[in-house]
T-cell receptor
Framework: SQQGEEDPQALSIQEGENATMNCSYK?????LQWYRQNSGRGLVHLIL?????REKHSGRLRVTLDTSKKSSSLLITASRAADTASYFC??????????FGGGTRLMVKP | DAGITQSPRHKVTETGTPVTLRCHQT?????MYWYRQDPGHGLRLIHY???????DKGEVSDGYSVSRSKTEDFLLTLESATSSQTSVYFC??????????FGSGTRLTVV
């Protein structure tokens, strides 16, 4: 079963626009992580936010976490064509195992 | 990906045959994982290891076994491959601090 559910499942935007993806989960977590997957490749770790953190930044990425709503969002600012990929949230519920959501497919049009 | 390699990258096998996929790391990370990725299901955990000879089952472990005789190698075996095991298999490693590093995947087709 999937702990995290991303929304939307697919997103198409123009280069330069911001992209926002949301993740909801069901049980308490130690941390939540976001990954990117380019077509035909493995997943790449983007950012980790711990349960006692509310917001984190990394370059053009901004992640928020609301543990009361069991939700997180990933914002990519000033998107580029190279940001085209699938994005996954994953939750660590303790036990050193990540449970992944189904992903959001992002297309950034030049 | 740096520090983790999977082999083979692609494999076609017949139903009923045994298949072993290999994951090799050079990072000396304690934790290693096998996931499968299927359309509509995202990534699902098959088995994981938290040390040499220490392994445990994940969400979809039926039909799979694993072994870890050395820190750097984690093997996934399909004892008798079935068409439902056609998938892309990913290995991942972790030091429990900063998230997972994934391999490039093995695309397995069972015919």
């Amino acid at each position: 079963s999937q702990q995290g559910e991303e929304d939307p499942q697919a997103l198409s935007i123009q280069e330069g626009e911001n992209a926002t993806m949301n993740c909801s989960y069901k049980t308490s977590i130690n941390n939540l992580q976001w990954y990117r997957q380019n077509s035909g490749r493995g997943l790449v770790h983007l950012i980790l936010i711990r349960s006692n953190e509310r917001e984190k930044h990394s370059g053009r990425l901004r992640v928020t976490l609301d543990t009361s709503k069991k939700s997180s969002s990933l914002l990519i600012t000033a998107s580029r064509a190279a940001d085209t990929a699938s994005y996954f949230c994953a939750t660590d519920n303790a036990g050193n195992m990540l449970t992944f959501g189904g992903g959001t497919r992002l297309m950034v049009k030049p | 990906d740096a520090g983790i390699t999977q082999s083979p990258r692609h494999k076609v096998t017949e139903t009923g045959t045994p298949v072993t996929l290999r994951c090799h790391q050079t990072e000396n990370h304690r934790y290693m994982y096998w996931y499968r990725q299927d359309p509509g299901h995202g990534l699902r955990l098959i088995h994981y290891s938290y040390g040499v000879k220490d392994t445990d089952k994940g969400e979809v472990s039926d039909g799979y076994s694993v072994s870890r005789s050395k820190t750097e190698d984690f093997l996934l075996t399909l004892e008798s491959a079935t068409s439902s095991q056609t998938s892309v298999y990913f290995c991942a490693i972790s030091d429990n601090n900063y998230g997972y590093t994934f391999g490039s995947g093995t695309r397995l087709t069972v015919v």
